[in-house]
């Protein structure tokens, strides 16, 4: 086996691991906190998705891992300025 491909797999076995981390630090009772466990969980489904798409020639994974990516920063932002109100 090629030590990319190893490293690819070791990669994925890893942003699970985060993605299990972050789940748990989800269940706090502050709002930030659940916004980025859920930040870091999209993050890491989306390169997930690139690695994937990597190792089977897939090319829509990059599409759907792109759009993860840029909704998830517009749905943060959008949930800050709501909560955080007017500034005055």
């Given at each position: 086996m090629d030590i990319l491909l190893i490293s690819?797999?070791?990669?994925?076995?890893?942003?699970?691991?985060?993605?299990?981390?972050?789940?748990?630090?989800?269940?706090?009772?502050?709002?930030?906190?659940g916004l980025l466990a859920s930040s870091a969980i999209?993050?890491?489904?989306?390169?997930?998705?690139?690695?994937?798409?990597?190792?089977y020639n897939l090319g829509f994974y990059k599409d759907i891992s792109l759009a993860l990516i840029f909704f998830g920063f517009v749905g943060t932002i959008a949930f800050a300025v709501t909560v955080g109100g007017e500034d005055k």
């Open positions: 690819k797999y070791i990669l994925v076995i890893a942003l699970i691991m985060m993605m299990l981390a972050s789940l748990r630090a989800s269940a706090y009772k502050s709002t930030s906190m999209v993050n890491a489904f989306a390169v997930v998705l690139l690695i994937g798409g990597d190792l």
